[in-house]
């Protein structure tokens, strides 16, 4: 029974996932973790730009608050300076940047191909304040019918 037969089976890879949800997403995020061809849906883009906020958020808080109660009061009395806890997560929280750093980028060039648009577009980031915002309209338009010419063949 092919994937097409059984509506259970997982969808294919190569073509974008409208409609995924929280988990799919997740998964199909790993699962290309460095496929800058083809193409990827706004609901697959947006719940990783979720999840990966999430992760940084948990990991910031923990960090703080973990540096804070393992910390001693600042010299000038107005602060306390965060205990060697902190440390470890700091390096969490870098690792995780260097992990996710390749993948997300691929899964933006994929959104980019996705509303038919050069996956070259992803390097307006580098572009000081204005590039982000760029990139996030960008990521925000609809698919178009177009963008399969992204698709493998």
Sequence with gaps: ?????????????????????????????????????????????????????????????????????????????????LGPIAVVGFVLIGVWFVVTLIPQFAVTVRRLHDANLSGWMVLLRLVPSVGDVIVLILTILPASPLGTRFDRR
């Design 1 to 81: 029974m092919t994937a097409t037969e059984n509506p259970a089976a997982s969808p294919s890879l190569d073509l974008p996932l409208y409609g995924a949800s929280f988990g799919q997403a997740i998964s199909r995020f790993f699962r290309k973790y460095a496929t800058f061809s083809g193409r990827a849906s706004r609901s697959e883009y947006w719940w990783w730009v979720l999840a990966s906020f999430l992760v940084y958020v948990v990991l910031t808080v923990a960090t703080i608050a973990l540096g804070v109660a393992t910390g001693t009061p600042s010299d000038t009395g107005d602060g306390v300076r």
